[in-house]
């Protein structure tokens, strides 16, 4: 599905934009709960494997709840915690971006690090 040119890519924008920046965790995954590509700070000891198919549940069943409300999409989820924080981002109809903050960070600069991030991403799949 992605080269690894595309791989490689997509590893460094995250890299770069992301866990440079100050993020925890951050993976990029399919719908499916498949995890494409997983960066963390080096102080993570998260199951990304686990935590990616419960992060499609959940964008799953929010996807739901937002057709029930009539939205046809909410693509953005964020969930608060004491210490840690998870931002959902949707990057094309079959992948998410999941970002894990502290609370040192703000989610501002979280959401404009992600936008920034997801349009770069694209640009990397849009050019093969």
Known sequence: MYSQKQLDAIDDVIQTNLIVAGL??????DMGGNAIAKHDNGKSNLDST???????????????????????????????????????SKVTDDTLLISMFNKELSLGLVRLKVVDTIKEINQILVEG
């Not at 935590?51 to 909410?74: Q, R, T």
């Open 24 to 29: 925890d965790h951050v993976i990029f995954m």
């Open 50 to 88: 686990a935590f990616a198919a419960l992060a499609a549940g959940n964008y799953a069943a929010v996807d739901a709840m937002a057709k029930l409300v009539g939205e046809s999409e909410f693509s953005l989820l964020f969930h608060k915690g004491k210490k840690l924080s998870i931002h959902f």
